[in-house]
């Protein structure tokens, strides 16, 4: 997959994740501040323009750096911000390369993970997006043949937002609630799942695996 | 709450738009966010840009600091709390004159958070950044684990040098490797005597009887390591300069500058008889005092108390201390 093919299926996914953006503010109105729907409509929308402007010359670095800077852009908020510098992270992955290797997409995943988790300083358990990230990045990482990697990605984040469902939030504005947030279903997770379900609504139809890349 | 404010959720703009009335030569706000403030002249060509930032209520701490041969800009937070990553972004990019921005502010993990957050942002810009924190509250922490120790006053001789650093011409490194050296032979030690009184919540910021001192206070009323009997200012005096010799390992010979900073409540008076003390007692122990500060250089609203901070001093950092520099709240020749 080159840069230009990227930047097309990255468009195709976010149109489709836009439309999740009422079911995560709702989540979020039960658990943070209520602005996940507008980061993610804003950001996706702001991230499509900049993609639109790109040459086709573009690497996916490029492409992906864009997306980075539009969506930090887009929105003032923590959450944009996180992504963004996960994104530049992952980016940091698919080096100067005019194709994405099969085999950098899981590494992307675990690099932008593990980006959020650094600056977020948090973990697995802690009732964030990392909840599905992790899993997710792991799977991808380890599943053979490859072919279903995508497909146990989807399910790891699953099996991760409903998880931490039951947990307490510990992070941002959701530890405030301390017990009470027990029950609800963390947004930044359930955002991450609604992405990689758009990817594959989207972009998944010959079954070949194709680059997961974070967005909210 | 007796206090001469409005509506307390306006606080800090209406204070920010005041400081840009009475000084507009000096500072301005790039944007429309009052919540960045820069110099008057940002960004500076080719010098390296120095940006600050945390919660307000600690005047002239981090706003009084932005000025000719000090800081180019700051980012604004609510009355003890972060600025958000996007206005710190933006006080970046208002300053980049293109030799790159050290990040130069105290040791608190929401600052901590939303400036890490804005290197990122920093870099999908193209502007390099470098991070240095201030973390010189040697009650904070012990020793050998200085480097979570908070930032407290003395992260005003790292502004200094590093601001002077950068008026000179040195590159990012070279500033940042100026505010490392600062902090890394700084040390501070407040005490407390009386809360603030936060204007939102209308809350003191900690509880102390009327007879009590708190050791070792933090700039936000942080509990110290010694609470007991308010003790004369002579004792005080010692005590505080006894720990600080010992943290930087100061010895007869040495040579320091020393900065006694009210927290906001307390008189002038009060903090020369303070120094007064600090200065025999380094005396005593043949140690010179090479340069002095004495005022209000990082405040707690009206908390009243008082902090003590050593800088160990070389040839160079004294040098930098002497450039000349100017904001609206300090000025050195």
Redesign the interface.
Known sequence: MDGKELNAAIRRCLAQLTTYSDELGDLDQALGDGDLGITVSLGTAAADEALLALPDSSTPREVVLACAKAFANANPSTMAALVAGALLAGSRVLGESPTVAPEQVGRFAMVAAESISQRGKSQVGDKTILDAMFPAAEALLETHPRERAFDAAIEAAEHGVMTSKELQSRRGRASWLQERSIGLQDPGATGYLRFLQSWKATNRTAGVVQKAEVSE | MKKIINEPAAFVDEFVEGILLAHPDLLKTPGDDLRVMVRADAPVAGKVGIVTGGGSGHLPLFKGYVGHGLLDGVAIGNVFSSP????V?EATKAVDGSAGVLYLYGNY?GDV??F???T??A???GIKTRTVLGRDDVASQPKERAADRRGVAGIMFAFKAAGAAAERGDSLDQVAAVAEDIIDHTATMGVGLRPTILPTTGKPSFDLSEDEMEVGIGIHGEPGFHRGELETADNIAKTLTDRLVADLSLTSGGRVAVLVNGMGATPLEELYVLFRRVHQALTEKGITVEKNYVGEYATSLEMAGASISLLALNDDRLALLNAPAQSPFFKEG
């Open positions: 958000s990553s996007s206005q972004l993990g958070f939303n890490d957050l804005a990122d942002m870099e999908l810009e």
